[in-house]
């Protein structure tokens, strides 16, 4: 047996390491194969019922054109943002927050908080804007109970009245009759 592996192996190496012989000519490709035949276009079909009308788009909410309208306004001149009305104000015991409200005739109110009972403060703050009209007039605090208890009203030119407890949420109460 093993001179068999031995004679094997010898075999083998021999076969893979002796030169071949050079290879013969190459022979003429074949034909191609037939082409399918192309299949009959169908006629188009009728045309299909007209569907109905789709549901109408969304448009620019109210509330932002009015906002748009009072910018442009604005910078158009025709309305010019002024002060109209300056109120003083006392909020809580212990610690006391004092200072002054503005309003504007755009219905903007802004305040200048005291850094204490003391010192005046020293920069206006952004606080609401009341409504879009554009005709405020006047604003007036009453306080009740060593200020325990104040309420604030705005006007506008036409007689909307609006107030508020906190100068943050104001509520519409209505309009005078004016002739």
Same mark, same amino acid.
Request: a negative charge; proline letters at 4%.
């Given at each position: ?22 290879? =013969?000519? $190459? ?22 019922? $007209? ?61 200048? $908080? ?59 109460? =209505? ?5």
């Amino acid at each position: 047996m093993k001179y068999f592996i031995s004679i094997t192996a010898i075999v083998f190496t021999l076969n893979g390491c002796l030169p071949q012989g050079t290879p =013969g000519p $190459e022979g003429p490709p074949g034909q191609d194969g037939q082409k399918g035949e192309q299949g009959l276009q169908g006629e188009q079909g009728q045309k299909g019922e $007209e569907g109905s009308a789709g549901v109408a788009g969304k448009s620019v909410p109210a509330d932002q054109l009015q906002k748009l309208d009072k910018f442009l306004s604005n910078q158009n001149g025709r309305h010019k943002e002024s002060v109209v009305g300056i109120e003083s104000y006392s909020f809580g015991l212990a610690p006391r927050v004092t200072g002054f409200c503005y309003l504007t005739n755009n219905g903007r109110i802004f305040k200048l $908080e005291n850094k204490n009972t003391q010192v005046l403060g020293d920069s206006f703050i952004f606080v609401v804007d009341i409504s879009d009209q554009t005709d405020f007039i006047s604003l007036s605090r009453i306080a009740y109970g060593d200020d325990i208890k104040q309420y604030f009203s705005a006007v506008t030119e036409s007689g909307l009245v609006f107030t508020s407890q906190d100068l943050k949420l104001w509520t519409s109460q =209505g309009s005078i009759p004016l002739d």
